[in-house]
């Protein structure tokens, strides 16, 4: 091999390499751009971190009094003295024996008290006559006119029960005799729900016992006993479809499918003794205890002064008392399902005004819709859209309050919530178009880089052939 042959090869070789560099880079010039260009294009579209989750409808409120746990825990197995009651009751079997078997479950029991704590007589004899002896306290069968002053000699008494659980109310008897049951048996109605209509009475539990007849979930059907058995209340003028209209309602739902103990269920609105719960003057006003927003607003509304004087509950006239479902926008308006025109007609300035909020929602929803559209597609194209999806949920949010804000009845009032909302619904929907508009630059510069690239891959193959062409 001549030396100018060999430094002619040495030269070739020294391009050749330069060459496969200059490859490789372009390789990898090639990939930063195609990735660059197609960030988002080929992203998974719709995780974004940055979103703020919608509420999460398990976080519903928490009830609102959580049921008392007694402070003094007696232990029962300390009563180891005589108790004649029970022993010979045992040896009767049968009826007679019931009551001890159930006795087991019942908190008196649990608390150290027995049958003649509750009966009266004397549970040291043997002798079952001078046990149950009348003289010495005994009632067998206290009459239902009798049971409020039975149960209530303990449970009227604060200095007894204090000894037992200071934190218990000692007002269930007087409580019961503000309520149409206790005014009814006072005036000798022995049908109506004493004490042990709704808590039993041998087997007494704690009201927060799941299995308890007065636990929340349970309430509906020891009251729908007697209120949804047709033939039960007959004598009376009033319904049997408490219970049934109620289980339809938007209230079981919420207690029964969902859980939440803070749903109302009959004494939620009914009280538990007397007539109406506690803070609460008249059950037709009951809803603002829970709803307090919008009683809020409803008491400050034309509405307030109006209702009062037609003696209409606050909220019962559109929203109903047992059969309350899920309001929607058609409520509102002077459409067939507005409850508005019950009482509006034409030409009233209240009627223009039920009309204009109602344009005013409808306005809301479909600016809201309209941008979550828009936002979604650029989701799915892969495209950054966290703060386009933040404000969405801002503008949710608004619309939701502006439906709480109906309850002003006032056109200026409602406006003052719906503008602030249109806005954000359009701020999401320029946020969505800018988005969508990246992405169609995006997918131009691509494809002039892949453009370019190509050209430039082609060069360089042409280059390395002619190179590779000896005596080139
Ligand atoms: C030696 C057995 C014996 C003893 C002790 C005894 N009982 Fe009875 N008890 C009976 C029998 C038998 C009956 C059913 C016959 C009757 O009503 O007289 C009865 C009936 C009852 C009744 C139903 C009354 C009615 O009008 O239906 C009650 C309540 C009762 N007992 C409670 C008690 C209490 C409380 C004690 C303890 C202070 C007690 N018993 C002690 C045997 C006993
Ligand atoms: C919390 C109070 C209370 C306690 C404790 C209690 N009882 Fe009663 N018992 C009653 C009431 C109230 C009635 C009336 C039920 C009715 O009117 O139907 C009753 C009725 C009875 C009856 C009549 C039959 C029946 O079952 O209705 C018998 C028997 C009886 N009790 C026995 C006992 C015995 C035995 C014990 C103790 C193991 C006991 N009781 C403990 C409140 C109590
Ligand atoms: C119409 C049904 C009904 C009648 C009648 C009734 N209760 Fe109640 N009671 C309830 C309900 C419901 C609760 C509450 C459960 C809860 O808090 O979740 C309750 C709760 C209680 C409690 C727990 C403490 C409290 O006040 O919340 C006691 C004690 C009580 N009742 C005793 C009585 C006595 C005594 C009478 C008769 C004077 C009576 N009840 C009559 C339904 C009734
Ligand atoms: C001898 C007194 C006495 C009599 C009579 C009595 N109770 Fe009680 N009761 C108590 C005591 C004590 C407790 C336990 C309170 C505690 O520790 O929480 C209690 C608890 C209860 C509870 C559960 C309260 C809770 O904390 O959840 C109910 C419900 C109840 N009683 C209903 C009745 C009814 C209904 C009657 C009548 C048939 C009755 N009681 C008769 C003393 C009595
Ligand atoms: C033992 C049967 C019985 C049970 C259990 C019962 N009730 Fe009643 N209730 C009656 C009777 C009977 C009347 C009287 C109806 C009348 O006077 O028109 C009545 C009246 C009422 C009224 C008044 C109705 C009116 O006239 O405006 C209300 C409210 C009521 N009950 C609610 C309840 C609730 C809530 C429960 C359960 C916590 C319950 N009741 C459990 C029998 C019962
Ligand atoms: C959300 C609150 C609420 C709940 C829950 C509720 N009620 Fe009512 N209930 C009312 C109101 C409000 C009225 C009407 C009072 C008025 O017009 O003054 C009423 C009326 C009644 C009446 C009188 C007769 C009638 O139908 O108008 C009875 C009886 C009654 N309710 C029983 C029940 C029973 C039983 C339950 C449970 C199955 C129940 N309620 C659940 C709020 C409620
Ligand atoms: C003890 C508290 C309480 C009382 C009293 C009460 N509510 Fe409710 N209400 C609730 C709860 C909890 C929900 C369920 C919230 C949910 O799941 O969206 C609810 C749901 C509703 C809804 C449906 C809201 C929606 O967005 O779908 C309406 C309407 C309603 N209640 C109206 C009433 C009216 C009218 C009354 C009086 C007759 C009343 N409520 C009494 C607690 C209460
Ligand atoms: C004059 C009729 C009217 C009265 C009175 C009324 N509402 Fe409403 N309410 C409506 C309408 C209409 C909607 C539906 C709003 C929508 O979805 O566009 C609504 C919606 C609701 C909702 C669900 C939406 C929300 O979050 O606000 C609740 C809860 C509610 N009302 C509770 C009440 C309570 C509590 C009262 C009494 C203080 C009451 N309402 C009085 C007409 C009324
Ligand atoms: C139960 C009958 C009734 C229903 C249902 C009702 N209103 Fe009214 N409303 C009245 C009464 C009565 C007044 C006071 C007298 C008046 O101005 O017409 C009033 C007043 C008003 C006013 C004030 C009018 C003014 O001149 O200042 C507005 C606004 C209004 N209502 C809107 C509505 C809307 C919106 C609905 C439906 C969501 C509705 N109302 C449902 C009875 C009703």
């Known amino acids: 091999m001549n030396t100018n042959r060999l430094q002619h090869y040495r030269s070739w070789r020294g391009r050749r390499s330069q060459a496969k560099l200059a490859v490789i880079l372009m390789f990898v010039f090639s990939l930063i751009s195609i990735w660059s260009f197609s960030d988002g294009l080929t992203a998974s579209g719709g995780s974004d971190p940055g979103v703020l989750s919608p509420t ?3 976080l519903v409120l928490a009830r609102p009094s959580e049921p008392m746990t007694p402070a003094v825990e007696k232990q029962s197995g300390e009563k180891a003295k005589k108790d004649t009651c029970v022993q010979c009751h045992r040896e009767m079997g049968d009826e007679l024996a019931a009551p001890v078997t159930a006795m087991q479950h019942d908190i008196h ?14 549970p040291t004899e043997e002798d079952m006559d001078r046990a149950m002896d009348p003289r010495r ?93 047709a033939g039960y209340m007959r004598s009376y003028s009033i319904p049997h479809d408490q219970l049934e209209k109620w289980q339809a309602s938007v209230h079981a739902e919420a207690l029964l499918k969902k859980n939440d103990l803070s749903a109302p269920t009959c004494n939620d609105c009914h009280g ?45 006239v559109c929203h109903g008392n047992h059969e309350i479902h899920h309001p929607s926008d058609e409520m509102l ?24 909020m109602r344009q005013m929602i409808d306005q809301m929803v479909r600016e809201l819709n309209q941008a979550e559209a828009l936002v979604d597609r650029a989701a799915r194209a892969g495209m950054e859209v966290s703060r386009a999806k933040f404000e969405l949920n801002d503008a949710h949010d608004k619309l939701i309050n502006a439906r709480v804000v109906i309850h002003t009845f006032s056109v200026d009032e409602l406006q003052k919530v719906v503008t602030p909302g249109i806005d954000t619904a359009k701020k999401a ?20 880089s892949l453009v370019v690239i190509f050209l430039a891959v082609i060069g360089l193959y042409l280059k390395i052939r002619q190179i590779e062409r000896p005596g080139a």
């Open 109 to 122: 029991y649990q608390r150290g008290l027995s049958c003649a704590d509750c009966h009266g007589g004397d």
């Open 429 to 448: 929907h320029r946020m969505g178009v800018e988005a969508l508009n990246e992405l169609q630059f995006r997918r131009k510069g691509l494809a002039a």
């Open 137 to 229: 306290g005994f009632v067998g069968r206290p009459t239902p006119q009798d049971i409020p002053r039975f149960c209530g000699k303990c449970h009227s008494n604060a200095e007894f029960m204090k000894k037992y659980n200071p934190r218990l109310r000692v007002d269930q008897e007087a409580e019961y005799y503000t309520s149409i049951h206790g005014k009814r048996l006072v005036q000798g109605d022995r049908k109506v729900a004493t004490c042990i209509s709704c808590h039993g009475y041998h087997g007494i539990r704690a009201v927060s016992d799941p299995q308890a007849p007065v636990y929340p979930t349970n309430v509906a059907r020891t009251c729908g006993r007697c209120h949804a058995n």
């Open 272 to 316: 538990n003794h007397g007539a109406v719960p506690p803070g609460v003057t008249s059950v037709a006003n009951v809803c603002g205890a829970c709803h307090t927003r919008q009683a809020e607003l409803f008491r400050k509304s034309p509405h307030k002064p109006a209702f009062d004087e037609m003696g209409l509950g606050e909220c019962l």
């Open 56 to 58: 999460d409808p398990a």
């Open 333 to 356: 308006g002077v459409g067939d399902q507005a409850t508005c025109v019950a009482c509006h007609s034409e030409g009233e300035p209240a009627y223009q005004a039920a009309q204009t």
